[in-house]
């Protein structure tokens, strides 16, 4: 089955403590990204990816890191969690690098408690 | 910069009422496309339907349908007859081009069906 995999999907952790979340693809897809969302302001982006070690900021960049080591892996790092990045965060692909038109796959989504 | 409003931030009805969530965009680009999904109290992101900006045509898909009317830059989505698994959380989303850097969500309209 097509999909992408996020894990966890639940995740609570204390300030500071660095953390991993990690996304997998099995479509082949070229363009990879994170998103963040939170009440009141839809999905916004954290990073992308366009293919394997090319990666960009986002719309919320800050306080996070990306790799894109291999084309199927796109994990979110938090190096140094704090309290407002509590959110509930989505992967999501698509092929032709990242044209969306024909379609774009979301993971399940990881809901982030940071206190 | 587009923009997509939903001004309904939380909308209730009871079981078999038809219910309309709206959305309004803008966007001074001509190629776009359109999109809602929806979110389930589980999470995770169910997407529904993709319309380009050249394709007015209206949609019924069962008990749902879409509107899309260029002239008022509306793109709404109406259930029919609703039913209790309605209830979720439904996000409408632009594309400028069909690009993935370009997508901009709405806040969400959560939608809530009593029995």
């Known amino acids: 089955e097509a999909q992408v995999t996020q894990n966890p999907r639940y995740l609570i952790t204390v300030t500071g403590k660095k953390l991993t979340v990690t996304c997998s693809q099995n479509m082949n897809h070229e363009y990879m990204s994170w998103y963040r969302q939170d009440p009141g302001l839809g999905l916004r982006q954290i990073y992308y990816?366009?293919?394997?070690?090319?990666?960009d900021k986002g719309d919320v960049p800050e306080g996070y890191k990306v790799s894109r080591k291999e084309k199927r892996n796109f994990p979110l790092i938090l190096e140094s969690p704090s309290p407002n990045q509590t959110s509930l965060y989505f992967c999501?692909?698509?092929?032709?690098?990242?044209?969306?038109?024909?379609?774009?796959?979301f993971g399940s989504g990881t809901r982030l408690t940071v206190v | 910069a587009q923009k997509v409003t939903q001004a309904q931030t939380e909308i209730s009805v009871v079981e078999k009422e038809d219910v309309t969530l709206d959305c309004v965009y803008e966007t001074r680009d001509t190629t776009y496309y359109l999109f809602w999904y929806k979110q389930p109290p589980s999470g995770e992101l169910v997407f529904l339907i993709r319309?380009?900006?050249?394709?007015?045509q209206n949609e019924i898909s069962g008990r749902y349908s879409w509107n899309f009317q260029k002239s008022t830059s509306s793109f709404n989505f109406t259930i029919t007859a609703s039913q209790v698994v309605d209830s979720a959380v439904y996000f409408c989303a632009l594309s400028l081009s069909g690009s993935a850097r370009q997508l901009t969500f709405g806040s969400g309209t959560q939608l809530t069906v009593l029995p």
């Open positions: 319309r380009n900006s050249f394709d007015e």
């Open positions: 999501a692909s698509s092929p032709n690098g990242g044209f969306i038109g024909y379609g774009y796959t």
């Open positions: 990816s366009m293919n394997v070690e090319v990666t």
